[in-house]
């Protein structure tokens, strides 16, 4: 099976629509639903018959969206886990929002408070009357999506346990690993702990039960297969056991990491970069596992549609007939012509198929 499908980034609302990702977009939620419905009418009417609409970067999927759906803060995980424990959201009006950095720095395990007392935190309670009132307010007519989760499927979304510790501790946490492996490994158990805690209480908060998890290990990357056999396999299957299958996702190249990510427990399905050789996937993983892949920014960005082809076909060969889906995500700057492109050419495949 092909499949294609996009979402579309704040900064191209912004330039598009002028709207603004301000501090109250992330917490009014009665805002929220104004200006995110507005970003969908608007793809709607520019976009029709495409699968593309206005979500955070392929976690919400069109196809369980709908208009009366409000999404309850819709901040990112790692950095609602932040703000748990000191970080500020930092607002950017016209982009994604961020959070005050490194809220972890020079802290152990001793310094972090028990998962099951984050539920206490105001930022919770916050959230948590907003759901109340969206569900029993609005007479049946909204359904509220609570925090780490972007539609109306249960999939619920986290940042991995590396790229976790990356926001909350900073690029230290890579030394770290080699040179304090055990209370790294501390760490990133009490951030899988905080993330099993934080989405079994949503998803009964908001009456969503889990379907799968997204857990987006950006930083993967980063480092070798040693250290994601040590630190993420670990995590990961943990989260798999706790709350569901699990969606990989691992945005740069990610070839020599095929085999450790093999070892994860519950691993249903992959989101990977465009110079991840799907070939190299498909050797361990074989045909039937979703695969979906994201092309460059260089090749979504180019004045031909020739780049963004190539790599489609390129990709296409070396899935060999597997499940794989193309994702994308829109940013300023990026070729309308190329997204026609590359949209054409998967469309034609599922109807030769």
């Known amino acids: 099976m092909i499949g294609i499908s996009g979402t579309l980034s704040k900064a191209w609302m912004a330039r598009e629509l002028g709207v603004r990702f301000d501090r109250d977009y992330y917490f009014d939620s009665a805002k929220r639903h104004d200006v995110d419905r507005r970003c969908n009418e608007y793809a709607a009417e520019r976009f029709g018959g495409m699968q593309l609409f206005y979500s955070e970067s392929n976690l919400g999927r069109i196809d369980y969206w709908d208009k009366n759906q409000v999404l309850i803060g819709g901040i990112q995980p790692n950095m609602i886990l932040g703000m748990l424990l000191g970080a500020d959201l930092v607002a950017q009006g016209d982009k994604d929002a961020d959070i005050t950095p490194h809220c972890l720095a020079g802290k152990d395990l001793s310094d972090l408070p028990e998962p099951e007392s984050l539920l206490d935190h105001q930022l919770i309670k916050l959230f948590d009357g907003q759901i109340g009132c969206v569900q029993d307010e609005s007479g049946g007519q909204l359904r509220a999506i609570p925090p780490f989760f972007w539609d109306m499927s249960g999939r619920a979304a986290i940042h991995g346990v590396v790229t976790s510790a990356q926001k909350l501790i900073g690029e230290a946490v890579f030394v770290d690993m080699m040179l304090r492996p055990e209370a790294c490994l501390e760490i990133m158990h009490w951030i899988t702990e905080a993330y099993v805690v934080l989405c079994r209480h949503f998803s009964e908060a908001g ?92 090749d979504m960005s180019s004045e031909s549609t020739d780049q963004i082809l190539h790599w489609g076909k390129r990709i296409l060969e070396e899935n060999d007939d597997g499940n794989l889906e193309y994702i994308y995500h829109v940013e300023p700057g990026y070729n309308l012509d190329a997204i026609y492109a590359l949209t054409e050419f998967a469309s034609n495949l599922r109807g030769a198929r």
């Open 207 to 298: 009456r969503l039960p889990i379907s799968e998890v997204h857990v987006g290990e950006c930083s993967s990357c980063m480092v070798g297969p040693e250290l994601i056999e040590r630190f993420v396999v670990p995590a990961t299957s943990d989260i798999g056991r706790e709350l569901g299958p699990i969606r990989l996702h691992s945005c740069g190249p990610s070839t020599n990491l095929m085999e450790a990510f093999s070892k994860i427990e519950n691993l249903h399905s992959l989101d990977l970069g465009g110079e991840t050789s799907i070939a190299g996937a498909r050797e361990i993983f074989g045909k039937e596992m979703l695969i979906s892949v994201a092309p460059l920014p260089q």
